[in-house]
T-cell receptor, first 111, second 114 residues
Framework: QKEVEQDPGPLSVPEGAIVSLNCTYS??????FMWYRQYSRKGPELLMY????GNKEDGRFTAQVDKSSKYISLFIRDSQPSDSATYLC???????????FGTGTSLTVIP | DTAVSQTPKYLVTQMGNDKSIKCEQN?????MYWYKQDSKKFLKIMFS???????INETVPNRFSPKSPDKAHLNLHINSLELGDSAVYFC?????????????FGPGTRLTVL
């Protein structure tokens, strides 16, 4: 079983829709959770990060962590065509510097 | 100015060859990383270097060897290339290697082994 599971999609939504992207994980030691956005043929770029459980909002993006369910989400409100990319979740445990990535969800926002 | 750069962008080579990929960062960061992303977009860390010292080495074959001449450069040398080495290799850097530090990724090197 992989440390981090993520539905690869693809996910296709109309412009303006609310998008929900999710990851589950198995290691209860994970404490720090990140979302990366990767455009086609580019390197990933950090979008948001959260520490432990709770919500964090940044503009149209909201990251949510539910440690009891080992489940994290990224919500995108008022989605735009420029949001079309692959979104990767990543997480690290409480100690050490290991990073574990999901396989990424491919999102297309249709104008 | 490009923060993290990699060369070459594309690399096509035959099985059994030896090749190197170069990475440079101009962010003044102390830690650099190499990741491998397979065809299913799965991103897996291979190595990281902090102040010229290897601090992570995931279960990577010893055909892969990172070399860091200084803290701004981390090159990846691959011996005896195999078909399964075909992937996109990303270099990244972060300020000090702490898990809370943002990692900045390069544009990737797409390696194809024939």
């Amino acid at each position: 079983q992989k440390e981090v599971e993520q539905d690869p999609g693809p996910l296709s939504v109309p412009e303006g829709a609310i998008v929900s992207l999710n990851c589950t994980y198995s290691n209860s030691a994970f404490q720090y959770f990140m979302w990366y956005r990767q455009y086609s043929r580019k390197g990933p770029e950090l979008l948001m990060y959260t520490y432990s459980s709770g919500n964090k909002e940044d503009g149209r993006f909201t990251a949510q962590v539910d440690k009891s369910s080992k489940y994290i989400s990224l919500f995108i409100r008022d989605s735009q065509p420029s949001d079309s990319a692959t979104y990767l979740c990543a997480m690290t445990p409480n100690t050490g510097n290991q990073f574990y990535f999901g396989t990424g969800t491919s999102l297309t926002v249709i104008p | 100015d490009t923060a993290v750069s990699q060369t070459p962008k594309y690399l096509v080579t035959q099985m059994g060859n030896d090749k190197s990929i170069k990475c440079e960062q101009n962010l003044g960061h102390d830690t650099m990383y190499w990741y491998k992303q397979d065809s299913k977009k799965f991103l897996k860390i291979m190595f990281s270097y902090n102040n010229k010292e290897l601090i992570i080495n995931e279960t990577v074959p010893n055909r892969f060897s990172p070399k860091s001449p200084d803290k701004a450069h981390l090159n990846l040398h691959i011996n005896s290339l195999e078909l399964g080495d075909s992937a996109v290799y990303f270099c990244a850097s972060s300020l000090s290697g702490r898990r809370t530090d943002t990692q900045y990724f390069g544009p990737g090197t797409r390696l194809t082994v024939l």
